[in-house]
């Protein structure tokens, strides 16, 4: 695969670069459009370099929010969004982990058919069963409140399939051997299964944190109260202001404000993912 | 330390009989090998008394204990497996320790066993690896480390050496019956490796199909065994079978006396020999097919003349004899093994071989 031919490895660059452009540019864009103060867009031609209202902006959005458009101040709304996410992703990795465990290492009846019927939930993402779920946390009086926004979004068929995967792969002798050794199923669960799952578990939490980020539509469904909205839909509403133009570049300041979290969240964990890559644990 | 008794113990896998009834018991302090061909069970018979398999009927006894409802935990037993299974996110040392700690050991006696433990196995200095930073020899040291730090009542071994190299696999074998003998752990051993079965075992278990073919002391096994089975099993290479008609007509026959019921003879490839022996003895004609020289003998392939029966020795040195030549094969009468097709049993029960 490695070879060395001048026209091949610039070609390859070429490519990357048009590539890396193609993302970027558009993130390039909003960040220099946070930086600049109102009314530089109402010209209709887009400036390319970073203006000089950047900490203006960003400390605006922070702290007061666009009170017109009935936006709460971002720091909230970003808070929202952290707790929501986190909540998702450790309950979802705590659920999927316990009935991976249940399904694969315990013989119970029907078992097969529960594995089954969690796969099949894999076909019923939030959006095809928003109206019936919508009743339910409805009449369970949980609309505008935490538990509401994470709980029907929590139960994940993805990640117990993927636990079930990789528990397949961890020899029975193992378990036996730790059953000699007087390890109980609680037991074994925490000190063998847990730690083999460590890269497993990293790497599910990026995922379910950044699909607990970009929650939109259930946020927007269950939230009325300002307090509880989430900054991906707040957004929304920044631009949907009723009067007029939008702010773009208060708007564009709020849109890299939420970028924040998950890119933090992939650089911080890639460094387990490396860890756990270079040294395999089996 | 302790004895195991096994009374009529079964094992169906739904109604397919994996195990069919095996009485044994093994006295304290002895190692007892298992023998058979792929399938016969053998791991099936250990891991119920290991408690990893349930039992579907009978009784298994650990120093008197009927332990057939305990957990493995309880059983007091240690069990070395064939890939190992060592826990591959703990150090060598937590590997060791983790048994013990789960049942409460005090520090002091944990740290005491740990050590004594990597002595005896040279293991010391690789006490704060990761398994896999270990070849398989030493992986498999701390596999019996582990096994042994646990002072357990037997160590139950499931074909430990058949992940290794020929040669490591001979050293190891040597190192657990010095270890075996000197902790004098009553020990079950599983393998299929009929060298490891002769040389480790106080005595052997040989198995097919689930029942116990014969129980006895390796000499005894390799001396006289007591079917069919057993004779083709254990012996490399294997006893030659010759049915009584291929060997009817043959000179010195008639005097053989042989018992009741016989119809087909056994005799080891080394047991057959070139030259005629002084004494009675019995001479088959037969035509050289190949010879195999390895090392310091050489296996000859013949077939008898008229039944055309493929016979092999095991000849000293390298004889120099051509493909094609005729032979004539002596056995003493003594060496003659008598047994009964039907039955698959010896016929001779009486008394052993000369
Ligand atoms: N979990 C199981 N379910 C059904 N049948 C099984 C199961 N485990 C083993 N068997 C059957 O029981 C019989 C004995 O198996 P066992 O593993 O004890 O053989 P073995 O003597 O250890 O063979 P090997 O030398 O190949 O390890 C085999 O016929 C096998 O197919
Ligand atoms: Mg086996």
Not at chain 1, 65 to 90: D, E, F, H, R, Y
Not at chain 1, 196 to 211: D, K
Not at chain 2, 287 to 305: K, M, N
Request: aromatic share 8%; glycine share 8%.
């Amino acid at each position: 695969m490695v070879e060395n031919r001048p026209f091949l490895s610039f070609l390859t660059h070429l490519v990357l670069i048009v590539g890396v452009v193609i993302v970027v540019f558009p993130v390039y864009l909003a960040f220099v459009a946070s930086t600049h103060g109102n009314g530089d867009f109402l010209s209709g031609l887009v400036p390319l370099l970073p203006g000089p209202n950047l900490i203006e902006n960003y400390r605006l959005m922070l702290t007061e929010g666009i009170s017109t458009a009935g936006a709460p101040p971002l720091w909230i709304m970003l808070g929202n969004s952290l707790v929501i996410a986190i909540i998702i992703a450790v309950g979802k990795i705590a659920i999927s982990l316990l009935s991976a465990y249940a399904i694969v290492f315990f013989k119970f009846p029907f078992r097969l058919l529960a594995f089954w019927i969690i796969f099949i939930t894999l076909m019923l993402p939030v959006e095809v069963r928003i109206i019936p779920t919508f009743k339910v946390v409805a009449d369970l009086g949980l609309l505008n409140s935490y538990v509401g926004l994470t709980l029907p979004l929590i139960a994940s068929a993805t990640a117990t399939f993927l636990f079930r995967q990789f528990f397949l792969t961890i020899p029975d002798e193992l378990m036996e051997a730790a059953r000699v050794d007087g390890a109980g199923p609680l037991k074994f669960f925490r000190d063998i299964l847990l730690p083999l799952s460590r890269t497993n578990i990293a790497a599910l939490f990026v995922i379910l944190f950044i699909y607990g980020w970009v929650q939109y539509l259930w946020p927007l469904l269950v939230t009325t109260d300002s307090r509880y909205y989430t900054v991906v839909m707040g957004i929304k509403r920044l631009a949907a202001t009723a009067d007029g133009e939008p702010q773009w570049h208060l708007v564009m300041a709020a849109v890299m404000l939420a970028m924040l979290p998950p890119v933090l969240v992939v650089i911080f964990m890639q460094r387990l993912f490396v860890k756990g890559l270079v040294e395999t644990e089996k | 330390m302790a004895t195991i008794n096994l009374v009529d113990l079964k094992k169906n896998y739904g109604s397919v009989p994996a195990v069919k009834g095996i009485n044994l018991s093994v006295k304290d302090g002895e190692l007892i090998v298992l023998v058979g061909p792929s399938g016969c069970g053998k791991s099936t018979l250990l891991r119920m008394v290991a408690g990893l398999e349930s039992v579907t009927s009978g009784r298994i006894e650990i120093a008197g204990r009927d332990v057939v409802k305990a957990e493995p935990a309880e059983r007091d037993i240690a069990m070395v497996f064939q890939n190992y299974a060592l826990y591959p996110h703990m150090t060598v040392r937590q590997n060791l320790e983790y048994g013990l700690k789960n049942r409460g050991t005090p520090r002091e006696e944990i740290d005491r066993r740990v050590k004594e433990a990597a002595d005896i196995l040279e293991i010391g200095p690789m006490l704060d690896r990761k398994p896999r930073q270990l070849s398989g020899g030493q992986r498999q040291r701390v596999a019996m480390g582990r096994a042994i730090v646990r002072e357990p009542a037997a160590f139950l071994f499931d074909e430990p050496l058949s992940n290794l190299d020929a040669k490591l696999r001979v050293q190891m074998r040597v190192e657990i019956r010095k270890l075996q003998r000197r902790l004098k752990t009553t020990s079950l051993y599983v393998t299929h490796d009929q060298l490891e079965a002769m040389t480790l075992a106080d005595r052997l278990v040989v198995m097919n199909n689930g029942l116990v073919e014969q129980l006895g002391t390796p000499t005894e096994v390799y001396d006289r065994p007591a079917t069919l089975f057993v004779a083709g099993f254990i012996g490399s290479p294997p006893m030659n079978l010759l049915s009584l008609e291929s060997i009817a007509g043959a000179p010195g026959f008639e005097g053989l006396n042989l018992p009741d019921g016989t119809d087909v003879i056994g005799i080891r490839p080394d047991q057959l020999v070139l030259d005629q022996p002084t004494g009675q003895n019995l001479a088959l004609a037969a035509s050289v097919e190949l010879l195999e020289p390895i090392g310091g003998e050489s296996h000859l392939h013949v077939r008898l003349t008229g039944s055309n029966q493929a016979v092999i020795l095991s000849v000293p040195g390298r004889p120099d004899i051509a493909e094609g030549a005729a032979v004539t094969l002596y056995a003493r009468p003594a060496d003659l093994h008598p047994f009964n097709r039907e039955s698959g049993r010896r016929t001779d029960t009486a008394v052993a071989n000369p």
